[in-house]
């Protein structure tokens, strides 16, 4: 795992090192890559846990299904604050895009 991470850093920072001699196209690739890469991660950790939520539910409700109502709403509002991670990360990836 360190042996990749040292051989994705010594493949980037020759990008890194033209970016800070003035080559503007470098730097504005990176930001792109940096923003892919946020809305990517976030897209990832958000579906992650909603299938952990939704997966939850089930499983509560084959357990007792007269607690469906309830755990689905339960389900419902927890699946709006795990959206929220994936906007962070579409925020994240605006500002990198417009701002930066």
């Known amino acids: 795992m360190m042996k990749r991470l040292m051989a994705i850093l010594t493949a980037i920072m020759p990008a890194i090192a ?54 689905q709403t339960l389900m419902f509002i927890g699946l709006a604050f795990i959206e929220t991670i994936a906007l962070y990360g579409l925020l994240i990836a605006f500002i990198l895009l417009f701002v930066v």
Not at 49 to 61: D, I, L, N, P, Y
């Open 18 to 71: 033209m970016a800070a001699e003035g080559e503007a196209s470098v730097a504005k690739g990176l930001l792109y890559l940096g923003a892919g890469l946020a809305i990517g991660l976030a897209g990832l950790g958000a579906g992650v846990g909603m299938g952990h939520a939704v997966r939850g539910t089930q499983e509560g409700v084959a357990r007792n299904p007269n607690a469906g109502g309830r755990l």
